[in-house]
């Protein structure tokens, strides 16, 4: 089941469980505009505690060697190098293929479904493309050169002061375990842990991911501040709301991550 956006009734929106049921990044919404996107859980996550994207695999990122593929093609297959982590079946599924360099530069198409491939060897992944998804410009072989991403809500972790920071993604509505499918918030009010150090969050202003050392408290926010590094290269995520936050607490936030 999968649409533009899937309505969801007070309640539903703390719904979790291993059985995928949605595409990863389906969008949905409660009746107040609360916008939430369908993830998998990499860890266990605690309700109210911030999420990011987990690294990207850097083996896969940027100039495989494409195959000749046409126009109006529904599939694309790359050449992958001859040293990287072995690739399991369907492992991109949700994910992108990306034109980085060559004929076709700068497309992106949607991943539905691909082959595996073993460790360590120069083989061919075959993809597929959803299915209204088409190669819009001819790519040409060995010039044409692509990478891969997976889904952005796949395997999603905790932002940690102690862990490599990447792209905030939204709070958890309710209590999470580790390979659990599960609505991540996205936009609206939610309840958001705070960690403040010097850095409380401010009612009115801008809230950032909490990535200092300060206090440590993991998957938290803090004021948006040019006096906290490293604050300054944060992208905004929310605004304070409500009453003013208390560090350690959880704290009213309007989440502006994906509406």
Known sequence: ?????????????????????????????????????YALANGAIGAGQLCQMKATLVDFDMDLVCEATVAGA??????????????GT??????????????????????????SVAADSSTV?????????EVDEALVNATSLAGLVENL????????PDTAQTMPLGAAPSEISDNEYFWLQTFGLASVRIEGGTAVPV???SVVAAVSTSDGLSGSVEAATTAHVPDND???????????????????IFLTLAP
């Open 203 to 205: 009612v009115a202003r």
């Open 74 to 87: 529904n599939s694309i297959s790359v050449v992958t190098a001859s040293t990287h982590p072995a690739m």
């Open 90 to 115: 369907d492992e991109f599924e949700d994910g992108y293929i990306h034109i980085n360099d060559g004929a076709g530069e700068g497309h992106i198409y949607r991943i539905r479904s691909h082959t």
């Open 125 to 133: 992944m075959a993809f597929s493309l959803e299915l209204d998804d």
């Open 153 to 160: 809500y796949k395997d999603v972790v905790l932002v940690d």
């Open 234 to 252: 944060q992208p905004q995520i929310g605004i304070a709301v409500g009453i003013a936050s208390v560090d350690g607490d959880y704290g009213l």
């Open 1 to 37: 089941m999968n649409g533009p956006t899937v309505y969801l009734q007070y309640g539903m929106e703390k719904d979790s469980g291993t059985t995928k049921f949605y595409k990863l990044g389906q969008r949905a919404m409660l009746p107040d505009g609360r916008v939430f996107r």
